[in-house]
């Protein structure tokens, strides 16, 4: 297995990784804002079940768009894998561990807006309207908690991942660095929600300001990469 890849099948790999992270950022940000951001009012409950009554169609494509993310984030735990396991035979193990974990949170969690459509089958014409609508709301909050669990696991697999790239002697020492900060970004987002609610928006900003560039950087380095033939 310590002989396992090559330089150019290591390019390859990393290009595979690009494309996979790709997937996952178009797949992630159409769900969030696309489905989730047009459908979902967290100040209007009572319009946010008519939005999803009225378009239920997409919001099973968010939810398989979701799905298509979580088998993108399991490839990425398998090329991630292979790429460091020479250098790091036991960390590597840990980090495609802890993300597999990520993504089998995020696909479990997926059950609590499947179940919306249900509610729709089942009170097509409901009495009382507010009573349904507030159980789409705990089903819309069970799903953002379950989501930025997900965070916990996903964190803590940028931490060790940033540090095999930094350590590695062939990954950009600077996506290293990124990396090992957005999964703190990442667990500070997380366990604010958890512990101090109040203070979500401020964790939330964290994320943008760092999580969310370091994503796109390493996807656009991974594709560069794995385009070069040396």
Known sequence: MKNLIDQSDRNLFLGLSGVLYLVVIVCGLFSELGVRGVLFLPEDILQTMENIKGSQSLLRVGVSLDMVMVLADIGLAWFFFILFQKNFPRLSYLA???R???AAIIGINLIHLLQIPVLFQFFPDPTDPNRVAQQIGYLI?????GYLLSGIPFGMSCLVLGYMMYKSGWFSRI??????????AYLI???TNILLPQYASQSENLVLATAVITELSLCIYLIIKGLNKN
């Open 189 to 191: 987002d997380s366990f």
């Open 141 to 145: 909050e069970s799903h953002r908690m």
């Open 96 to 98: 495609a561990f802890l």
């Open 175 to 184: 996506l290293g660095v990124m990396v090992f900060i957005a999964g703190f």
């Open 100 to 102: 597999l974990v990520q």
